[in-house]
């Protein structure tokens, strides 16, 4: 079956960094595009980055020049390295396959990683 598993997560100042990992299994990862979403309480989950199986990526406006996606497909890893963190970044962050064919991510949801930005 299909499967995330995110890591990574954790209480950071602003400014601070962190790197979170989404272990992947369950399909071709390296054939799959992957994004990273994140969802505060009462609100809608939204993407904020993603990356094609050729390694183009996207991102959110409020993360651009601060967050860099990545994939290890050997690993079948993938990464979101997230620097100067500011406290609107506080959520918790999923990852997921970008389907091509729904148009839509897939139901396959982890339970996500929680990254709070507090000084």
């Known amino acids: 079956q299909v499967q995330f598993v995110e890591s990574g997560g954790g209480l950071v100042q602003p400014g601070g960094s962190l790197r979170l990992s989404c272990a992947a299994s369950?399909?071709?990862?390296?054939?799959?595009?992957m994004n990273w979403y994140r969802q505060v309480p009462g609100k809608q989950r939204d993407m904020v980055a993603s990356?094609?199986?050729?390694?183009?990526?996207n991102y959110a406006d409020s993360v651009k020049g601060r967050f860099t996606i990545s994939r290890d497909n050997a690993k079948n890893t993938l990464y979101l390295q997230m620097n100067d963190l500011k406290p609107d970044d506080t959520a918790v962050y999923y990852c997921?396959?970008?389907?091509?064919?729904?148009?839509?991510?897939?139901?396959?949801w982890g339970q996500g990683t929680q990254v709070t930005v507090s000084s």
């Open positions: 369950g399909f071709s990862f390296g054939r799959s595009t």
């Open positions: 997921n396959i970008y389907s091509s064919r729904l148009g839509a991510p897939t139901d396959y």
């Open positions: 990356i094609t199986n050729n390694g183009r990526t």
